[in-house]
């Protein structure tokens, strides 16, 4: 079996969005639209809406419709496998996930951790779970169903092919969650940029970006939206007692 073989069939341009997918588009657009109001939390997305609410929902909406349609015509789902199945996988890389990110911040990089960032991790955990928890959600509106929809949809136009390689799908998952990370971490870093600070950055933030965009493309948008909100379920309570 080729690589490509494992991508998933892509439907034509054009074609109209069936009902579950619509369906899931309405949620992911009423609640992407209210995270947007309250807080941009993204530092471009804010200074790309001039700090208003209502910019800030339009934006929201016209990136996760974009996104939408894109990922229609690469084949991309919003539903995935549904039901039982999309919530028991999310949950399980959201645990596996949370694990992992707690290995790296409680012990192998421990020492290196900006004591503003550790302090922060310390605030009321109800504090915690809904600042990082909405963020996720929007985060990956903005850099899944917008941002890798959106390059995967051009890279399959420019090679003139229906389905993109997976070695090709890969570089763009790493792709947009760099362009997330450049923007959100490695900028608005106050300490100097060394290797060590690069690698702790692509272990800590690029591979759980380049997790979400997998579950995206393997088990559709609500399984990557599943996983990434509900990791901070068991990371946070988890910072709390080991960070």
Same mark, same amino acid.
């Given at each position: 079996?080729?690589?490509?073989?494992?991508?998933?069939?892509?439907?034509?341009?054009?074609?109209?969005?069936?009902?579950?997918?619509?369906?899931?588009?309405?949620?992911?657009?009423?609640?992407?639209?209210?995270?947007?109001? #309250?807080?941009?939390?993204?530092?471009? %997305?804010? &200074?790309? +809406?001039?700090?208003?609410?209502?910019?800030?929902? =339009?934006? *929201? /909406?016209?990136?996760?419709?974009?996104?939408?349609?894109?990922?229609?015509?690469?084949?991309?789902?919003?539903?995935?496998?549904?039901?039982?199945?999309?919530?028991?996988?999310?949950?399980?890389?959201?645990?596996?996930?949370?694990?992992?990110?707690?290995?790296?911040?409680?012990?192998?990089?421990?020492?290196?951790?900006?004591?503003?960032?550790?302090?922060?991790?310390?605030?009321?955990?109800p504090y915690r779970l809904s600042?990082?928890?909405?963020?996720?959600?929007?985060?990956? #509106?903005?850099?899944?169903?917008?941002? %890798?929809? &959106?390059? +995967?949809?051009?890279?399959?136009?420019?090679?003139? =092919?229906? *389905? /993109?390689?997976?070695?090709?799908?890969?570089?763009?998952?790493?792709?947009?969650?760099?362009?997330?990370?450049?923007?959100n971490v490695v900028a608005a870093?106050?300490?100097?940029?060394?290797?060590?600070?690069?690698?702790?950055?692509?272990?800590?933030?690029?591979?759980?970006?380049?997790?979400?965009?997998?579950?995206?493309?393997?088990?559709?948008?609500?399984?990557?939206?599943?996983?990434?909100?509900?990791?901070?379920?068991?990371?946070?309570?988890?910072?709390?007692?080991?960070?």
């Amino acid at each position: 079996m080729t690589s490509a073989a494992l991508a998933p069939e892509p439907t034509r341009t054009g074609t109209a969005m069936p009902a579950g997918q619509r369906r899931a588009l309405g949620v992911i657009l009423a609640v992407s639209m209210a995270i947007a109001v #309250v807080a941009p939390f993204d530092v471009y %997305f804010t &200074a790309a +809406t001039f700090g208003s609410p209502l910019l800030r929902a =339009v934006l *929201i /909406v016209v990136l996760a419709l974009i996104g939408g349609r894109c990922a229609l015509d690469c084949g991309l789902s919003l539903t995935g496998n549904g039901g039982r199945s999309s919530l028991l996988i999310g949950l399980f890389m959201a645990a596996a996930m949370a694990g992992y990110v707690l290995a790296l911040d409680c012990w192998l990089f421990r020492d290196t951790i900006d004591p503003g960032y550790a302090a922060f991790l310390h605030l009321p955990l109800p504090y915690r779970l809904s600042y990082f928890m909405l963020r996720a959600f929007n985060e990956n #509106v903005m850099y899944r169903l917008f941002a %890798f929809s &959106a390059l +995967t949809w051009l890279a399959s136009r420019a090679c003139g =092919v229906k *389905i /993109v390689p997976v070695s090709l799908l890969v570089a763009i998952m790493i792709a947009a969650q760099m362009l997330n990370i450049g923007m959100n971490v490695v900028a608005a870093a106050h300490e100097p940029l060394t290797a060590a600070v690069l690698g702790y950055d692509a272990l800590r933030y690029i591979v759980p970006g380049v997790t979400w965009a997998w579950l995206f493309w393997r088990f559709g948008f609500v399984t990557a939206e599943i996983a990434s909100v509900c990791c901070h379920l068991f990371l946070q309570p988890g910072f709390s007692y080991l960070l």
